[in-house]
């Protein structure tokens, strides 16, 4: 499997020492790591990783659940790694969508295998299509090859790189079918997807094929997000 960029929250300093090693020596990387869900969740928004492990019992009011929920509503990836097995916990965490639950203790072999499948079955999975009504059709437009989407009224244009198409849906609609973290605010009116920047202008953003306004209140974190790819 590729590389992944990882977030760990855990609040026993062993097992984050414990993981970081297992995972680097099968070539991840560690991005950093948190006791405390709060902290997390603004850590996870700035480094954007490709998957977080998570505690379900860590330091502060709220647990790896209350995070869980939290990531749930932009998308990110996310594995449990957690020793309670308790008939509450499990009520609660069904009420999540992680990528898989590994019960505590663990082994290095068992963990790397748990991420792998775990992983394969999220990249395997129908996540990266959007679905849009287009000149009386519906057409699955893969996300990868979405450049941006700009907002028109209460329409919304798609532009990938061979075709635009003018949906009925307003941009905020648009926003929430999109998956995966590549996809961020630039403008109030534009959404790109940073996997097609290619560089950043003093207002605007240059694509492969076109060019969109950036506002000043949005530039410097579709910079720290590029810079973290």
């Not at 998308?75 to 790694?81: D, N, S, T, V, W």
Request: proline share 3%; charged share 25%.
């Amino acid at each position: 499997m590729k590389s992944l960029n990882i977030y760990i929250v855990e609040d026993e300093p062993l097992i984050v020492s414990t993981i970081e090693t297992s995972l680097r020596k099968y070539g991840h990387r560690i991005l950093g790591d948190s006791d405390e869900a709060g902290i997390a969740l603004k850590e996870i928004e700035l480094l954007t990783p490709d998957l977080v492990l998570i505690d379900i019992q860590i330091a502060g009011t709220k647990d790896g659940v209350d995070l869980a929920l939290e990531l749930d509503k932009t998308k990110q990836p996310y594995l449990f790694l957690s020793s309670q097995t308790d008939p509450d916990t499990i009520t609660r965490v069904k009420e999540t969508n992680p990528l898989g639950y590994v019960v505590k203790p663990f082994t290095e072999t068992g963990l790397r295998t748990n991420i792998e499948l775990a992983w394969h079955n999220y990249t395997e999975a129908d996540y990266h299509f959007l679905n849009v009504k287009h000149e009386g059709k519906l057409i699955r437009v893969n996300q990868e090859t979405i450049q941006y989407l700009k907002a028109f009224d209460n329409y919304c244009y798609v532009i990938t790189l061979t075709d635009s198409y003018l949906v009925p849906h307003t941009l905020k609609y648009m926003s929430e079918q999109l998956q995966g973290k590549y996809f961020i605010k630039c403008h109030r009116s534009f959404i790109v997807n940073l996997k097609h920047v290619k560089s950043v202008e003093k207002n605007s953003i240059a694509l492969i094929s076109d060019n969109i306004p950036v506002s000043a209140s949005q530039k410097s974190l579709v910079i720290s997000k590029l810079k973290s790819i």
